[in-house]
């Protein structure tokens, strides 16, 4: 008869606890947010996405500049790994950050 008492009330103590935790959590994590903004100054450096383009076909490097718009419309900054004839093609884009040159049985350069 006691023990089973004793769980009760540790049990329910758990219970509150936890509950307590998750309220509490609930009130510093939009605090926290709001403390610390991203800046560059403070090591953020932005979102970056690296497109890789191993085949060296138009057709595949034209669909991906829509992909490539929607992304730095999004905020990324885009950069793109793919061959001589991609390299130009992406050349004159100004959506598009960098573009890496890939020859096969190289390293990029």
Known sequence: MIKSSFRKKHRKLKENIRKAQVSLLSLISPL?????????????????????????????AVICTGMAK???DAGYQVSFLGGKSCKNLFRH????NEVFLY????SPR
């Open 32 to 60: 926290k947010r709001a403390l610390t903004k991203r800046t560059p100054g403070n090591g953020f450096a932005g979102k970056k996405v690296l497109i890789l383009m191993l085949d060296d076909f138009i057709g595949d």
């Open 93 to 96: 884009t100004s959506f598009i």
């Open 70 to 72: 929607k992304l730095h």
């Open 103 to 106: 020859e096969k049985r190289r």
